[in-house]
């Protein structure tokens, strides 16, 4: 007869199994950040902005790749939040490079 504190424990393991097993079926895709991402991140660099605001291209550049490395390794949630970062450094470049290349042409 087995005892019952066997019993428990693999209960519990069973459940935190189930649970562990669980938290990537529950996060869901970014698909709608990595595509603004990736639309913000194009913009930028049609507005020049790797040249025109070069600190603020390359933050969105290593943030777009991070998220991209992220999105690849199924962590989806980490992928969000780089994606929502590139956005963010993306749009500052492209506003940054019009803004020098609109007072340039003054």
């Known amino acids: 007869m087995p005892r019952s504190g066997t019993i428990l424990h693999q209960l519990i393991i069973v459940c935190l199994i189930v649970l562990l097993g669980s938290c990537g079926l529950t996060a869901t895709r970014p698909k709608l950040e990595m595509s603004l991402a990736a639309s913000a991140f194009l913009a930028a660099k049609k507005a020049k902005a790797q040249t025109l605001a070069p600190g603020l291209f390359r933050k969105s550049e290593f943030y777009f790749l991070k998220a991209k490395a992220s999105y690849r390794k199924k962590f989806f949630n980490k992928?969000?939040?780089?994606?929502?970062?590139?956005?963010?450094?993306?749009?500052?470049?492209?506003?940054?490079?019009?803004?020098?290349?609109?007072?340039?042409n003054l």
């Open 79 to 104: 992928a969000k939040q780089y994606a929502i970062l590139s956005i963010k450094y993306a749009e500052q470049a492209e506003f940054v490079s019009v803004r020098k290349a609109t007072l340039e």
